[in-house]
Structure formats: structure tokens, C-alpha cells
């Protein structure tokens, strides 16, 4: 779950949704610091093999189900998301990766 402003927000319910867009093949959402909301949710996307899909229409399909301040921040596409030994999406990993990259939230970019 992500924090944002009081709010809790699913980062598994919009996974399951992004990976709804035709050319997703996986979606992993988490959350970025920020000053004012505490965090605010990123979406790290993998798309399929071929496919070619903008930032854009993920958020725009994203909107039809979820409230504006909901919607990730930001759509980055990677070639892959870590995993545990499990199989299951690293978060904990894809966060740090984030913050060693020196990860900034768009409205917070000078």
C-alpha cells in the first residue's frame, strides 16, 4: 500500500490494471517520497515483446477506474523488474534501485 496525502492507494489493484493495456507484460507500482504527500505511486512497466505503448495510455486507461490522485505519477519503462527467490516482484530491491539512481518524482525535477 502507498501513503499519499492520508489516503491509501493499492499498488497490487493498479498493477492488475495496467497490466490490462494491450502490450503490458508486467507492471510493478511503488512508492516515491514526496514532501507534501509523503509518497506517491510510480509505475515501472515491462511491455511485451514488440509492442510500443506511451506513458500516456497507461495512465489514460488507469483513469477510467481510479480518482486523479490515484494515478501514478509517472509511467517509467523498464526491461525488467526484479524478483525474489519466490517469484514474486522485489519491491523492496526496485525502490533502492530508484534512490541509487537518484529517482526524483516529476513535479519535484528542477
Not at 496525502?5 to 499498488?11: K, P, Y
Not at 497490466?19 to 508486467?26: D, N, P, R
Not at 505519477?73 to 523498464?78: A, G, I, K
Amino acid at each position: 500500500l502507498i501513503k499519499s496525502g492520508g489516503e491509501w492507494i493499492s499498488s497490487v489493484d493498479l498493477e492488475n490494471h495496467i497490466v490490462g493495456v494491450a502490450g503490458v507484460a508486467q507492471a510493478c507500482v511503488v512508492a516515491a517520497p514526496h514532501p507534501k504527500w509523503d509518497e506517491r505511486p510510480i509505475a515501472l512497466v515491462v511491455l511485451a515483446e514488440g509492442a510500443d505503448v506511451a506513458p500516456e495510455a497507461i495512465i489514460a486507461h488507469c483513469e477510467s477506474n481510479y480518482a486523479k490522485w490515484q494515478l501514478p505519477d509517472e509511467v517509467l519503462f523498464v526491461d525488467s523488474i526484479p524478483l525474489t527467490g519466490t517469484g514474486k516482484m522485489d519491491k523492496k530491491v526496485v525502490r533502492a534501485q530508484l534512490e541509487s539512481d537518484g529517482y526524483l518524482l516529476p513535479d519535484l525535477r528542477s
